[in-house]
C-alpha cells in the first residue's frame, strides 16, 4: 500500500508540476519587455512573489488531488476534472505571458475559477483535507483575477 501511495504521489507530482514547468518556461522566455511596458495597478505585488506563491500552490494542489485519490468514494471524473484544471492553468500562462493576450487570458481565468470551486465542492463529499488544501488556491486565482481585470483595464 505505501508503495502505491508513493507513486500516485510522485505521478500527481509530476503532472502538477509540469504545469508549472511549462508556465515558467514560457514566462521566463516571453514575457519581456511586453510586461514591464504593461501599466500595473498599485495592487500588483513585485515579481519575486509570485515564485514562491505558485511553488506552495501547487504542493497544496498535489496533495489535496492525492489525498482525494487515495480516499474512498472517489469519483475518477473529479481526477479528469483536476487535470483540465491543470491545464487551463498552464494555458493561462501560455496565453498570457507567451501570446499577451490580455483579454483572453480573464476568460482562461474565469473558466479556472469555475473549475477550482467546482473540484471544492466535489472534494467536500469525499475529504475535508482536500478541499482545505485547494482554498488558497482558489484565494490567490481570485486575486490573478483582479490583477488580470486591472491590466485590461489599464491596457
Not at 474512498?72 to 496565453?95: H, M
Not at 469525499?126 to 483582479?146: E, G, R
Amino acid at each position: 500500500m505505501l508503495k502505491n501511495k508513493f507513486i500516485s504521489f510522485t505521478l500527481f507530482f509530476i503532472i502538477t508540476y509540469s504545469a508549472s514547468l511549462i508556465g515558467r518556461i514560457v514566462t521566463i522566455s516571453l514575457k519581456e519587455p511586453w510586461y514591464s511596458q504593461l501599466i500595473k495597478s498599485n495592487y500588483n505585488p513585485p515579481d519575486w512573489v509570485f515564485a514562491p506563491v505558485w511553488t506552495t500552490l501547487y504542493l497544496m494542489m498535489t496533495l489535496a488531488i492525492w489525498f482525494y485519490w487515495h480516499s474512498k468514494n472517489r469519483e475518477k471524473k473529479t481526477v479528469y476534472i483536476y487535470f483540465i484544471n491543470i491545464f487551463l492553468n498552464t494555458t493561462w500562462s501560455i496565453v498570457f505571458f507567451g501570446l499577451h493576450q490580455i483579454l483572453a487570458a480573464l476568460i482562461i481565468l474565469i473558466a479556472l475559477i469555475i473549475l477550482i470551486i467546482i473540484l471544492i465542492l466535489k472534494f467536500k463529499r469525499v475529504n475535508y483535507v482536500s478541499t482545505y488544501l485547494m482554498i488558497p488556491y482558489l484565494l490567490w486565482s481570485c486575486y490573478a483575477l483582479f490583477l488580470n481585470f486591472n491590466l485590461f483595464i489599464l491596457n
